[in-house]
């Protein structure tokens, strides 16, 4: 436990608790409060999978919980409410902050030093954004601007000092890899971007062709090559890269009701897999496949959908992708909230709740 006392000359100590003694071990005393005149005590929580708690007042304090040491103080507008995730590789946490669906932030912890800091992802637009490479420590900024898109490629281990390079095309918005659970990066680090264009005949506005490319980055920055992709008017919402395969959402830009996911070959010939969205699973093998209240498992080694459960457009009340481990349905029927729950194996778990009206989904592992 954080224990932070306040005393009566304005000052604060800090103290680590060990819950299973009793006993506390002094951290620092004798702090300036940031804000004498109000009636608080600074902030404090840990990292959940490491050995590091945070306290806040004018500037966020790293400890280590392991010997109760101080291990840093960082300028950081990190709001104590954001879950963090851990990197693969294990040295860094980080916290992608969002306003609404779009990422806004990404907040850095070094867990070796301690260092604070943030990522901050362009805005204006729904194009502008971010997007995370925890695989890789990195994280790439978005923004638009005409027929171009500037990309920006921050590392966690040096978040000062970014590099960017520009491609042709543009994008529409970089909300679906967060939402949809995409990475589109392969083993080494490279950067699969899908922009387009689109064309026109004198007389008409609807469009003709999409001209959908993939761009491929490499992680100097370099683009190493292009995938032209043939779609005829259908662009490329968002991609992900699994064992070197490109997957991808496409919708029709003349009609984005008309969604499918697909898989796009090198050559950029496409094979159909499946009506509606494709959700990241923790099984690299499968996706779940949610179109307009029909949700199913796509197994990607035999291109098989499970038996969809489907669910009254007029009763469903929200969707939801847990852990990549199971989609969980709700809907009602009467006064009765239903729950459904989808594993990645198809198999689907229901559970009736009397006379409940549904509030939200919360999800511990």
């Not at 070796?112 to 502008?128: D, K, Q, V």
């Amino acid at each position: 436990a954080i224990i932070i006392a306040r005393q009566a000359d304005n000052t604060y100590d800090i103290c680590l608790g060990d819950t299973t003694t009793g006993t506390h071990t002094l951290v620092s005393t004798g702090t300036p409060l940031a804000s004498p005149a109000s009636q608080y005590v600074p902030e404090a929580g840990f990292v959940p999978g490491t050995t590091i708690a945070l306290v806040r007042d004018d500037y966020i304090t790293t400890i280590s919980t392991t010997d109760a040491t101080i291990l840093n103080h960082s300028q950081s507008s990190y709001n104590f409410t954001t879950p963090w995730q851990l990197t693969p590789d294990g040295q860094f946490a980080y916290a992608p902050e969002q306003f609404g669906i779009s990422l806004t932030s990404v907040d850095v912890l070094d867990l070796t030093t301690g260092a604070l800091s943030r990522i901050e992802f362009p805005g204006g637009s729904p194009a502008n954004g971010g997007i995370i490479d925890a695989t890789h420590s990195r994280a790439y900024a978005l923004t638009v601007g005409g027929d171009t898109v500037q990309i920006t490629r921050y590392d966690f281990s040096d978040p000062t000092t970014p590099y960017s390079t520009t491609v042709d095309g543009t994008i529409l918005s970089t909300n679906p890899y967060s939402s949809l659970g995409y990475t589109p990066f392969d083993v080494g680090g490279n950067f699969y971007l899908p922009t387009f264009t689109w064309t026109t005949v004198q007389g008409s506005p609807d469009p003709v062709a999409a001209n959908t490319t993939i761009h491929i980055i490499d992680p100097q920055m370099n683009e190493i090559g292009t995938i032209s992709v043939d779609a005829g008017t259908n662009i490329i919402f968002a991609l992900t890269v699994i064992d070197e395969t490109v997957y991808a959402v496409m919708a029709d830009l003349a009609d984005n009701s008309i969604v499918g996911t697909y898989r796009v070959a090198a050559d950029g010939t496409t094979t159909f897999l499946a009506q509606g969205f494709g959700f990241a699973t923790n099984d690299p093998q499968r996706l779940f496949i949610l179109d307009a209240g029909s949700f199913s498992v796509l197994d990607l080694t035999d291109d098989t959908q499970s038996t969809p459960l489907v669910v009254p457009a007029n009763s469903l009340r929200d969707s939801r992708v847990f852990d990549g481990k199971y989609l969980a349905v709700s809907a009602t029927n009467g006064t009765d909230t239903i729950v459904h729950i989808l594993d990645v194996n198809g198999n689907v778990t229901t559970v009736t709740i009397p006379d409940a009206s549904f509030a939200q989904f919360d999800y511990t592992d």
